[in-house]
T-cell receptor, first 116, second 113 residues
Framework: DAGITQSPRHKVTETGTPVTLRCHQTENHRYMYWYRQDPGHGLRLIHYSYGVKDTDKGEVSDGYSVSRSKTEDFLLTLESATSSQTSVYFC???????????????FGEGSRLTVL | GESVGLHLPTLSVQEGDNSIINCAYSNSASDYFIWYKQESGKGPQFIIDIRSNMDKRQGQRVTVLLNKTVKHLSLQIAATQPGDSAVYFCAENSGGSNYKLTFGKGTLLTVNP
């Protein structure tokens, strides 16, 4: 395992409630990512971070916000959860591609969120 | 809950056979590609990668082939084992990005004993 912990691993909530998912890494990676995974869509990037307080949007960022106040923690917040945000959320860490690596990502075990 | 394996292309093979999983990528500017394996209930795990200046790369029991002319990638698994049963994804670095990957939808491989 690449030293990535996601919490909670499972959560059931109601429409309209706020939800925060936490990703904690012990690898000191600069880059951290949040993906969601849905049947028929594969993994889609929500937001990513390239350093403390440095974040950017991915392809499905609407309805989500993120924060990174420390290198080791990357939080994903759903301000007002909707049923369409029912999904499995994966945090990932990685180094940018360079001469000696291809930018592979290391994934956490996932957080299954159900919005009723 | 619903498995990520539903709605996916599937490949069913007998234990000991070779498996070939295919992937079409979208961006001709992508210059490296990665295969991931995802077992049920777990996060994706790196299998093997290949840069665009290569046609073939071999690992332990796995080979990745890259055909840039038709933007096609394949993963070959030799002597497939029950433990190889999983969803396999290809990923490309989004149009040459050095820190973002775009994933394919995946293929579900089932190995029959």
């Amino acid at each position: 395992d690449a030293g990535i912990t996601q919490s909670p691993r499972h959560k059931v909530t109601e429409t309209g409630t706020p939800v925060t998912l936490r990703c904690h890494q012990t690898e000191n990676h600069r880059y951290m990512y949040w993906y969601r995974q849905d049947p028929g869509h594969g993994l889609r990037l929500i937001h990513y971070s390239y350093g403390v307080k440095d974040t950017d949007k991915g392809e499905v960022s609407d309805g989500y916000s993120v924060s990174r106040s420390k290198t080791e923690d990357f939080l994903l917040t759903l301000e007002s959860a909707t049923s369409s945000q029912t999904s499995v959320y994966f945090c990932a860490i990685g180094f940018p591609a360079g001469k000696t690596n291809t930018g592979e990502l290391f994934f956490g075990e996932g957080s299954r969120l159900t919005v009723l | 809950g619903e498995s990520v394996g539903l709605h996916l292309p599937t490949l069913s093979v007998q234990e000991g056979d070779n498996s070939i999983i295919n992937c079409a990528y979208s961006n001709s500017a992508s210059d490296y590609f990665i295969w991931y394996k995802q077992e049920s209930g777990k996060g994706p795990q790196f299998i093997i990668d290949i840069r665009s200046n290569m046609d073939k790369r071999q690992g332990q029991r796995v080979t990745v082939l890259l055909n840039k002319t038709v933007k096609h990638l394949s993963l070959q698994i030799a002597a497939t084992q029950p433990g190889d049963s999983a969803v396999y994804f290809c990923a490309e670095n989004s149009g040459g990005s050095n820190y973002k990957l775009t994933f394919g939808k995946g293929t579900l491989l089932t190995v029959n004993p």
